[in-house]
């Protein structure tokens, strides 16, 4: 079996980042005393610089516009539904009865 990923939170990611900007250190060298790739940081330093507050969202949460996205989504499908059982119930009623 394949070795899980560790979960960070919000809150240590910001932290990390934090600390990169203002410690004057390598991100490689914040990467080792934290314990995680320097990779990841990088990814979290370019990601907090692209969205600010918004960045690091966590699993099933979603920034605003992915959640409007959503809803949206979910609305388009249940107008469809709705519209085809209108047009169901239309070729029934059309339909000549005896």
């Known amino acids: 079996m394949g070795k899980s990923q560790p979960i960070y939170t919000k809150e ?17 060298q914040i990467a080792r005393d934290l314990g995680i790739s320097d990779s990841a940081l990088s ?11 918004e960045a ?5 949460h979603q920034t605003s516009i ?11 499908e249940i107008l469809r539904q709705e519209r085809d059982i209108l047009k169901k119930a239309m070729s029934i ?3 000549p009865h005896p």
């Open 12 to 28: 240590f990611k910001q932290q990390a980042v934090t600390l990169f900007e203002t410690s004057g250190k390598s991100k490689t």
């Open 43 to 53: 990814k979290w330093c370019k990601e907090f610089g692209e969205r600010g507050a």
């Open 56 to 60: 690091f969202p966590g699993k099933g």
């Open 66 to 76: 992915e959640e409007e996205m959503r809803r949206l989504k979910r609305e388009n």
């Open 93 to 95: 009623f059309a339909q």
